[in-house]
Nanobody, 120 residues
């Protein structure tokens, strides 16, 4: 069973930065590629960022391009989301999902989420 644990959320002012982390665990020998999604109150979960399977390419939602950076940690089971120049509209619960995809429906396992709140 794959488990994902996010951390790093918080309450910040507009223009601030946060760094989210996601750590995956599961059966020995598994390799992981994780993607980031977010869900604002009253809205559907949406894609934020993902890496290609080899980690060589990153893809972002237009709304975060140029402000957010996804990266892999020193071990394959860790992924980060560096969020700079945060805006109030970035307020959401941020989820880590297993898989290199922009499609919510293709994610089999989710973390519990970490709350990001940005005040103006």
């Amino acid at each position: 069973q794959v488990q994902l644990v996010e951390s790093g959320g918080g309450m910040v002012q507009a223009g601030s930065s946060l760094r989210l982390s996601c750590v995956a665990s599961g059966p020995p020998g598994n390799s992981y590629v994780m993607s980031w999604f977010r869900q604002a109150p009253g809205k559907e979960r949406e894609f934020v960022a993902t890496l290609s399977w080899d980690g060589g390419s990153a893809y972002y939602a237009d709304s975060v391009k140029g402000r957010f950076t996804i990266s892999r940690g020193n071990t394959e089971n860790t992924v980060f989301l560096q969020m700079n120049s945060l805006r109030p509209e970035d307020t959401a619960i941020y989820y880590c999902g297993d898989g290199a995809t922009m499609d919510v429906a293709r994610i089999a396992h989710w973390g519990q989420g970490t709350q990001v709140t940005v005040s103006s």
